[in-house]
């Protein structure tokens, strides 16, 4: 009888193989807890989360404009963009509207529940480029939650840049989001406009869509000089007319930064949810320049 | 590379040596409603049961590397937090006996995007490294267009391929393991009237090519036609089932489901391939699908075949096996699409 074929398996006679493929680089999430709720509107609550391991708080870093995936075991896993400042480190807030099942399930849970956190992952906003330049901050919607990072960052290091303007522009007063910090925002040295498409009684300020506000800021005397840079952060059509406005006015398409939404289910390039052609938006994006969004079909 | 030769009746021989390990291969599993034997890849236990003169297997033998189904990890939940348990599923390693290039070729493809790119997936690696890949050639069949995209032979992937030359096997030998397997039967160096015989054999194959894609700038004209009527019409044929992409041997696309268990202490995750003609592929939360019409999703599967894959990583992922197009119910076949979209009939 001749010598029977075997192989070397990977769980058994080379344990260093196994570490290699180690599932920490796949499917690890580090656990967190929810450490604070606050109730922003009828359907978005802020959840501050907080990394549980020390060490792991501590050597956990990300860029403005990066996400994470947030993980309740049995429920799912969804990727939320990051939405406080990359200062706190393992200390993250993510603002969270309350539409699937994942999010309703979040809604219901209470301060100290726990969670799974993995990432960051993606794109940033390339703040280090644009420091000393003037820069547009267009949200709206929703956008202004990827859009609060880069806004925080901005306004921590604010001798960094030159004119710094924020635009955002929701549904309805009631919809509004982070109302509570728009009178740290509103400095001598930030411009903040912020307008509703439908007001109420109680709204005092103005009603327009946030092209309006942006026609407002090109046809100042100071318009859009040669050194800025734009972020938008919006519904898809928003994008659209936002960054149209913006090229008419003569800024470059390189200059230009959006961040995307789509379905995802691994963050990981790999389930190709979130594929835009030869684009996935988990690892060239979320964050992306116009020129390159405006080259991929059906991006916008 | 290494070429040797031996008789038929050593195969058998070679079969044995490779039993210690799960042996899969084409097995006849019926036949069509015209009659026609259907084979498919599934685990063999006998050698007799081969069906290595199989002309095309039903489905490629994607699945026993990347599961239809397949639990990523467990949770152990309790009252004041929970626990992960991952498990890479890999238990045997696994002989794939009588591998068609383009399922060879398929798996090369599928290597790049979850083997080589960043965050490699563990769960495919570990069935992929415990792999050994015995390649057979094949008659090409009517819906076959694998010349056209390239994969009509295997250079790398393998481990043996063996051509029939009549009452032998040349065999091509691409690893140690597979040279030591073939010291233990009986073969000889390839004599000249071998190699004549061989390239007798594959000249004679490139005759039976009846079906064919024009590639040539194929990435440029789905841009240049992204707004093609001909997407419509074929978006108005697709039934949106998605079987194109259950038969493929490349398609990977998945979701990931998560379920609690009745005694509400466990939990799981389980992720399951997808397709991208599915209604909910791209939809997001709030009720937003990005691709609401079946002739976006259609037209999205050929644009990431061969358009984001070939910017990504030089290639098509297309293997041009024509296993998509046999088995559409709207009879929707790559040939056809591609030829239409370039505007021709």
Redesign the interface.
Same mark, same amino acid.
């Given at each position: 009888m001749?010598?029977?074929?075997?192989?070397i398996?990977?769980?058994g006679q080379n344990p260093d193989?196994?570490r290699k493929?180690?599932?920490s680089?796949?499917?690890? &999430?580090l656990?967190a807890e929810i450490t604070n709720i606050y109730q922003l509107t009828t359907n978005e609550k802020l959840y501050q989360i907080q990394i549980i391991d020390p060490g792991q708080r501590n050597r956990f870093s990300f860029r403005p404009g990066q996400f994470v995936m947030l993980e309740?075991?049995?429920?799912?896993?969804?990727p939320f963009s990051i939405s406080s400042s990359p200062v706190r480190r393992g200390d993250l807030e993510l603002c969270i509207?309350a539409?699937?099942n994942l999010?309703n399930f979040l809604a219901r849970l209470e301060r100290g529940a726990?969670v799974?956190i993995s990432g960051p992952f993606g794109t940033s906003f390339p703040l280090e480029k644009m420091q000393g330049q003037d820069i547009l901050l267009i949200g709206g919607g929703l956008g202004i939650v990827p859009l609060r990072s880069p806004l925080l960052s901005v306004l921590e290091n604010r001798s960094k840049y030159g004119r710094v303007d924020i635009m955002y522009g929701a549904k309805s007063p009631a919809e509004l989001l982070f109302t509570y910090q728009y009178e740290e925002w509103r400095r001598f040295d930030i411009n903040l406009g912020i307008t509703v498409d439908r007001a109420d009684t109680s709204w005092q300020g103005r009603t327009g869509l946030i092209t309006e506000l942006l026609q407002e800021r090109i046809s100042q005397a100071t318009s859009l000089r040669e050194n800025t840079y734009a972020i938008v952060c919006g519904p898809p059509v928003m994008f659209h007319f936002v960054c149209k406005m913006l090229t008419e006015a003569g800024l470059p398409m390189q200059k230009m930064f959006v961040s995307l939404?789509?379905?995802m289910?691994?963050g990981?390039?790999?389930?190709?949810?979130c594929?835009i052609?030869? &684009?996935y938006t988990c690892?060239d994006g979320p964050v992306f320049d116009y020129w390159s969004v405006m080259n991929l079909?059906?991006a916008i | 590379m290494i070429f040797k030769v031996f008789k038929k009746q050593e195969l058998a021989r070679l079969y044995e040596?490779?039993?210690?390990?799960i042996i899969v291969g084409p097995v006849a599993k019926g036949n069509d409603r015209n009659g026609k034997p259907l084979f498919d890849f599934d685990v063999v236990y006998d050698f007799n049961d081969l069906a290595l003169d199989y002309t095309q297997t039903v489905h490629s033998p994607k699945r026993f590397v990347l599961p239809y189904h397949e639990t990523?990890?467990t949770?152990a939940?309790a009252r004041?937090?929970?626990e992960?348990h991952?498990d890479?599923n890999?238990?045997?390693?696994l002989v794939f006996f009588g591998m068609h290039a383009c399922d060879i070729n398929a798996l090369n493809k599928l290597d790049l995007?979850?083997a080589q790119?960043?965050?490699?997936?563990?769960?495919y690696?570990?069935k992929r490294?415990?792999l050994?890949i015995i390649g057979l050639d094949c008659t090409p069949e009517p819906q076959c267009f694998c010349r056209s995209m390239g994969t009509d032979s295997a250079i790398h992937g393998f481990d043996l391929f063996l051509t029939d030359l009549g009452g032998t096997y040349f065999a091509e030998i691409l690893s140690a393991?597979a040279f030591?397997?073939l010291n233990?039967i009986n073969c000889k160096d390839p004599s000249a009237k071998d190699l004549r015989l061989y390239k007798q054999a594959t000249s004679e194959k490139n005759k039976h090519y009846t079906a064919s894609v024009e590639t040539s700038d194929l990435t440029k004209i789905l841009?240049l036609e992204?707004e093609s009527p001909a997407w419509d019409d074929w978006g108005k044929k697709c039934l949106s089932c998605g079987t194109c992409a259950n038969v493929c041997p490349t398609c990977?696309?998945?979701?990931?489901?998560?379920?609690?268990d009745l005694d509400l202490k466990h939990?799981?995750?389980t992720r399951s391939l997808?397709s991208?003609n599915l209604i909910d592929?791209?939809?997001?939360?709030?009720n937003h699908n990005?691709?609401p019409t079946s002739a976006?999703r259609l037209k999205?599967r050929y644009?990431?075949k061969h358009?984001?894959?070939?910017?990504?990583f030089e290639e098509s992922l297309c293997v041009g096996c024509g296993r998509c197009g046999s088995a559409c119910l709207a009879d929707i076949t790559p040939p056809e699409v591609i030829a239409s979209v370039r505007g021709r009939e």
């Amino acid at each position: 009888m001749q010598n029977k074929l075997n192989f070397i398996d990977i769980l058994g006679q080379n344990p260093d193989s196994r570490r290699k493929e180690d599932p920490s680089s796949f499917e690890y &999430t580090l656990p967190a807890e929810i450490t604070n709720i606050y109730q922003l509107t009828t359907n978005e609550k802020l959840y501050q989360i907080q990394i549980i391991d020390p060490g792991q708080r501590n050597r956990f870093s990300f860029r403005p404009g990066q996400f994470v995936m947030l993980e309740l075991p049995g429920i799912g896993e969804a990727p939320f963009s990051i939405s406080s400042s990359p200062v706190r480190r393992g200390d993250l807030e993510l603002c969270i509207r309350a539409v699937g099942n994942l999010t309703n399930f979040l809604a219901r849970l209470e301060r100290g529940a726990r969670v799974g956190i993995s990432g960051p992952f993606g794109t940033s906003f390339p703040l280090e480029k644009m420091q000393g330049q003037d820069i547009l901050l267009i949200g709206g919607g929703l956008g202004i939650v990827p859009l609060r990072s880069p806004l925080l960052s901005v306004l921590e290091n604010r001798s960094k840049y030159g004119r710094v303007d924020i635009m955002y522009g929701a549904k309805s007063p009631a919809e509004l989001l982070f109302t509570y910090q728009y009178e740290e925002w509103r400095r001598f040295d930030i411009n903040l406009g912020i307008t509703v498409d439908r007001a109420d009684t109680s709204w005092q300020g103005r009603t327009g869509l946030i092209t309006e506000l942006l026609q407002e800021r090109i046809s100042q005397a100071t318009s859009l000089r040669e050194n800025t840079y734009a972020i938008v952060c919006g519904p898809p059509v928003m994008f659209h007319f936002v960054c149209k406005m913006l090229t008419e006015a003569g800024l470059p398409m390189q200059k230009m930064f959006v961040s995307l939404e789509r379905r995802m289910h691994c963050g990981r390039g790999k389930c190709c949810r979130c594929n835009i052609g030869s &684009t996935y938006t988990c690892l060239d994006g979320p964050v992306f320049d116009y020129w390159s969004v405006m080259n991929l079909k059906e991006a916008i | 590379m290494i070429f040797k030769v031996f008789k038929k009746q050593e195969l058998a021989r070679l079969y044995e040596l490779l039993a210690v390990n799960i042996i899969v291969g084409p097995v006849a599993k019926g036949n069509d409603r015209n009659g026609k034997p259907l084979f498919d890849f599934d685990v063999v236990y006998d050698f007799n049961d081969l069906a290595l003169d199989y002309t095309q297997t039903v489905h490629s033998p994607k699945r026993f590397v990347l599961p239809y189904h397949e639990t990523l990890s467990t949770f152990a939940v309790a009252r004041d937090g929970w626990e992960k348990h991952v498990d890479l599923n890999v238990y045997r390693s696994l002989v794939f006996f009588g591998m068609h290039a383009c399922d060879i070729n398929a798996l090369n493809k599928l290597d790049l995007v979850l083997a080589q790119s960043a965050y490699p997936n563990p769960y495919y690696m570990g069935k992929r490294k415990n792999l050994f890949i015995i390649g057979l050639d094949c008659t090409p069949e009517p819906q076959c267009f694998c010349r056209s995209m390239g994969t009509d032979s295997a250079i790398h992937g393998f481990d043996l391929f063996l051509t029939d030359l009549g009452g032998t096997y040349f065999a091509e030998i691409l690893s140690a393991t597979a040279f030591d397997l073939l010291n233990q039967i009986n073969c000889k160096d390839p004599s000249a009237k071998d190699l004549r015989l061989y390239k007798q054999a594959t000249s004679e194959k490139n005759k039976h090519y009846t079906a064919s894609v024009e590639t040539s700038d194929l990435t440029k004209i789905l841009d240049l036609e992204f707004e093609s009527p001909a997407w419509d019409d074929w978006g108005k044929k697709c039934l949106s089932c998605g079987t194109c992409a259950n038969v493929c041997p490349t398609c990977y696309c998945y979701g990931v489901e998560e379920h609690v268990d009745l005694d509400l202490k466990h939990a799981g995750k389980t992720r399951s391939l997808h397709s991208c003609n599915l209604i909910d592929f791209a939809k997001v939360a709030g009720n937003h699908n990005f691709r609401p019409t079946s002739a976006s999703r259609l037209k999205y599967r050929y644009y990431h075949k061969h358009r984001g894959f070939v910017e990504a990583f030089e290639e098509s992922l297309c293997v041009g096996c024509g296993r998509c197009g046999s088995a559409c119910l709207a009879d929707i076949t790559p040939p056809e699409v591609i030829a239409s979209v370039r505007g021709r009939e």
